[in-house]
């Protein structure tokens, strides 16, 4: 491996590939990939200090102590941004599955008291060394799948101590994994059974006596909510939201998962900086976000595991938005972490390219948690997060389908993942 060297080289590769720059890309600029053949990334101190075709830059000769990567035959790229996930939890929900492949509807099953709350309840009896050590294990799986930086949501504890237990074992993970986790307060992800009927009251307890911890001990950096007919209405989605914002976290929302009830357009009025799932938003809606520049996060998935029509990805890149991708990996609606999945269905079933799945998966995922600066594309300047593909080109990632093509990945200037001598970190 690596050893103690703190500079990496990685030389001769066929192709680097990256959707260039520090914001996010809005429709056709989702498929302006830069591909430099016979590439080179010089990262220094864990920061990409050169990138290039290796006749344009200076002779690598005069680097020391460096570890050298030779990626002939080989595509180089950014690390992927898993920008929606529920990662920590308690137990699982196996027998849920099931019902659903008899028919039973995901809100069904909430409906009678599982689901969500069936995952509140493990997660409440979980420690929080359980989690973290569950957690673990998440993110070494989507290290292998080329994952440098993941988001994770609270929303299985649904009261003060629980939330703020979710919360900090991710900051811990945080600590201890190589995978940067980006931390979301999502305590209004259902009504707790004590507030049953009192979906404003719930909301009024997680500002007054959840929220403030929250931002004070900067747990996390943004403010979800589960927007959705007979969960949160539209009225009491915004008001958390503008509350979360005046106490410093930015607004995010699972926006027209099942029904249409305007996510969509509430999360360009707040000025949110990503609306999820989308499935069913409308025309207006998807204009709205595009207009405030929202990302519009898509997780088909939770679609194609839960059996439900796709988000419009074409119309929404169509009518200029940025659009990002990502996994929702969770116990109930998607229980994966697979970014070949995510590709598979976006280009075979959603109607994008491979240059814009590409883009939605590393630039615009890093824009959907406010990372673009610094994560995301191979530019000098950024962290040096990548992977290494064993194929020449980016569209065998795709092409090989359901199948994990990376090699190697290196988060912040270290090798974490080699699939050639197994362990991750
Ligand atoms: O994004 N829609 C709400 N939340 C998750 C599912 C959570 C769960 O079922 O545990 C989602 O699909
Ligand atoms: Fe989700």
Request: negative net charge; contains cysteine.
């Amino acid at each position: 491996m690596q050893d103690m060297k703190k500079n990496i080289i990685i030389k001769n590769a066929s192709q680097i590939v990256t959707s260039s720059g520090f914001s996010a890309k809005f429709g056709r600029e989702m498929s302006d990939l830069k591909v430099i053949d016979q590439g080179e990334v010089v990262i220094e101190n864990g920061i990409i200090t050169a990138v290039g075709n290796a006749k344009d830059l200076p002779p690598t000769e005069r680097l020391d102590n460096f570890y050298v990567i030779d990626a002939s035959g080989k595509a180089v790229l950014p690390g992927f941004v898993d920008s929606h996930t529920h990662f920590v939890f308690g137990g699982y929900r196996p027998d849920e599955f099931i019902l659903r492949l008899r028919g039973a509807s995901y809100m069904e099953i909430m409906s009678y008291g599982g689901g969500i709350f069936s995952t509140v309840q493990a997660t409440r009896k979980a420690s929080k060394d359980e989690l973290i050590n569950k957690g673990i294990k998440r993110l070494d799986t989507m290290v292998s799948f080329g994952v440098t930086t993941v988001e994770g949501k609270s929303g299985y504890g649904l009261d003060h101590d629980n939330e703020i237990k979710q919360l900090e074992s991710m900051v811990e993970l945080d600590r201890i994994h190589p995978v940067d986790v980006a931390r979301t307060f999502l305590g209004a992800h259902a009504v707790p059974h004590n507030y049953e009927g009192r979906p404003d009251d719930y909301i009024k307890y997680l500002i007054e006596s959840v929220l403030p911890e929250v931002a004070e001990k900067g747990l996390a950096e943004f403010c979800d909510v589960f927007c959705e007919e007979g969960i949160f209405s539209v009225d009491q989605s915004r008001n958390l939201l503008l509350e979360a914002k005046k106490q410093g976290l930015k607004p995010k929302i699972h926006a027209d998962e099942i029904v249409q009830l305007g996510g969509a357009e509430l999360a360009a009025e707040v000025g949110a900086i990503s609306a999820d799932h989308l499935l069913q938003a409308s025309d207006k809606g998807i204009q709205a976000l595009a207009k405030a520049g929202t990302v519009a996060t898509l997780l088909p998935g939770t679609a194609f595991s839960l059996r439900q029509p796709y988000a419009r990805a074409r119309y929404m890149i169509d009518h200029n938005c940025a659009v990002a991708l990502a996994t929702d990996l969770n116990p109930g609606s998607c229980f994966s972490e697979s970014i070949p999945l995510i590709f598979a269905l976006s280009t075979l079933y959603m109607g994008l390219s491979i240059e814009e799945a590409i883009t939605a998966l590393t630039i615009n995922g890093a824009a959907a948690i406010g990372r673009a600066k610094d994560i995301g594309s191979i530019d000098v300047g950024k962290k040096g997060d990548l992977l290494i593909l064993e194929y020449p080109s980016y569209n065998y990632i795709p092409y090989h389908i359901g199948v994990s093509t990376v090699e190697k990945v290196i988060k912040d200037g270290k090798l974490i993942f080699d699939k050639r001598q197994t362990s991750p970190h």
